[in-house]
C-alpha cells in the first residue's frame, strides 16, 4: 500500500511539473490578449462614437507584424471621423501593450450587433505561422435617434428663449396698463389734494 501511495505521489508530482513546464513555454511565445470598447455613455445617429481598442502581450518573446482588422463598421452605417478600421504595428514587446483609437459616426438609428475585431501576428521571430486571435465584443448597441436624444440631454436653451419670448407680452401688456392707470389715478389724486 505505501509503494502503491508513492508511486501514485511520484506520477503526481512529476504530472503538476510538466504541466507547469509546458504553461511557461507557451509564454515563451507572445500572447495576445485584445480589448474592444465603447467609451461613449451614450451611442446616438450622428454623434461620434469613441472604439478603444487596448493589446496586450502577455507572452515573453515580442509579437511581430500586428494587425487589427475590425470590420464592425460598414460604410453604409457609419461614418469614420478619425482613425481606421486597420492598424499594424511591426512589433510590440512582451509584458507591454498598445493602444488604437477609433472614433466612428452611426449614420441610421436601431440596434445594431458590433463583434470582435481580429488581431493577426507572429507570436516569435522563428515562427511561420500567423497566430490569430479575437477582440471582446460588444454585442447588440442601441443606436438612439439624435431627436430623442437631444429631447432627453439638451440644454433646451433655444426652447427657453421662445418661451420667454411668447410669455412676455402676457406679462408686460397687463404691467403696461397697471401702469398707466397707475399714474392717472396717482395724478387725480395729486391734483385733488392742490385743489382743496
Known sequence: ????????????INYVHSDA???????EDARLLVAKNVLNNYVVE????TIKYNIYNIGNSPALNVKLVDE???????????????????RIPPQSNVTHIAVVSPKLPGLFNITSAT?????SEKATKVQTGYSS????????RLRDYNRRFASHTIDWILFVVMAAPSIVIP??????????????????????
Open 1 to 12: 500500500m505505501k509503494f502503491v501511495i508513492l508511486l501514485l505521489s511520484v506520477f503526481l
Open 21 to 27: 513546464v509546458n504553461t511557461n513555454e507557451d509564454l
Open 46 to 49: 450622428g454623434l461620434n462614437l
Open 72 to 90: 464592425n463598421f460598414p460604410a453604409e452605417y457609419f461614418e469614420y471621423a478619425t482613425g481606421f478600421n486597420v492598424a499594424q504595428w511591426a
Open 119 to 123: 488581431v493577426t501576428y507572429l507570436p
Open 137 to 144: 465584443e460588444l454585442g447588440e448597441v442601441y443606436i438612439q
Open 175 to 196: 404691467y403696461l396698463l397697471w401702469s398707466s392707470s397707475n399714474s392717472k389715478y396717482e395724478k387725480l389724486e395729486k391734483s385733488g389734494k392742490k385743489s382743496n
